[in-house]
Each structure stands twice: as C-alpha cells, then as structure tokens.
C-alpha cells in the first residue's frame, strides 16, 4: 500500500477489534480500534517519509534536541532528524537525536537516555491517548538536561492526552486527530 497523504496511511492502518472484543492499548485502557502504525513505517518507506513531513511541518523552530518515544518512536526519530538535516537552514545548529528508557541499561554506562537531550526538547510519538508514557520518557529528558516542551505525535486519540501533558508544562503537537481518521 503506497498511501498519498499521511491520514491515508493512518487510515489504511487502522484494525478493528472484532466483534464483542477490545483491544488493550499502552495506556492500560480497552478501545474498539487500534492504529498500527508500527507496521506502516517497518513496511513502507513512503509512510515514514510521509510521517516525516508531517511531524517536520509542526515542529518548532526553537527545538533542539529531537527524543524518540521508545519504541515507534524510534524511526519516526530518525526520519525526522534526517528531514532536519536536509531542510533546516545551514545557519542554524543542527538538530540533535536521543531517546529513553523506561528502565536503564543494566551494563555499560547504565544509561537511561541515549544520545544529545540537551536545549529545547520536543518527545516523537505515533500516537498518544492519555500521555502517560510520554510524561515517564519527558521526565528522563529533564534529568539529562534537557528541556521538553513539546510532543510531537502523528495521532491523538482525543482522551485526555492533550490536557494531562498541558499539566505537564508540554504542549501536544499532533498531526491528525481521531476524528479526521475515523
């Protein structure tokens, strides 16, 4: 499937629990449906080109440091670093990459954040519900030094997510909401 636009691919991922079922997502909540966008990015090129593009259009310019929410969004991550790269003005510093853990590392350096979480941060996520993983990754941030302000997501789920991360001193930047999917 080589979707045209970013809610196409979205909408092309999208699984219905089946009949009478639901589907437990991060958040520890059940829904009727799931985006799999993992699946999008691992298989199609163009989607996380398409994702790219998408997060790179909302992010803004005072970002530093780019943190990928463990685990999709890891590629997304990276493909918006690279969209960084090629489309940011050559006068600026280039955008850095990092990601966290849940837990540390139980060899090596024992580290909990991998990479440069360092300035203004913005966290990359697929998609968010109530935030909460997103708040314990935001966290982790802080503790390397850097300063989360934003979270890129390409879908919010419309659950509160938005709401819980404003307490949270974040601002949620999503590329698409439930209802222009659904």
Do not use: N
């Amino acid at each position: 499937m080589t979707a045209r636009t970013i809610a196409d691919c979205v909408r092309a991922h999208v699984v219905l629990a089946e009949p009478g079922t639901r589907i437990r997502l991060a958040s520890g909540r059940e829904a009727e449906w799931y985006a799999d966008l993992r699946k999008a990015f691992l298989t199609d090129g163009r989607a996380l080109g398409l994702a790219a593009e998408a997060l790179y259009a909302r992010l803004p310019e005072e970002v530093h440091s780019i943190g990928g929410v463990p685990t999709a969004g890891l590629p997304l991550m990276g493909a918006l670093l690279a969209l960084c790269h090629e489309r940011d003005d050559a006068r600026r510093s280039p955008r850095r990459g990092f990601y966290t853990r849940v837990e540390p590392k139980r060899h090596g350096l024992r580290s909990r954040v991998e990479g440069f979480a360092e300035g203004i941060a913005c966290l990359v996520e697929d998609t968010v519900t109530t935030g909460g993983s997103v708040l314990a990754h935001a966290q982790a941030a802080r503790e390397a030094g850097a300063d989360p302000r934003y979270v890129l997501a390409l879908l919010d789920r419309e659950e509160g997510a938005a709401a819980r991360l404003r307490e949270a001193g974040l601002t949620l930047l999503p590329c698409l909401r439930a209802s222009d999917v659904l």
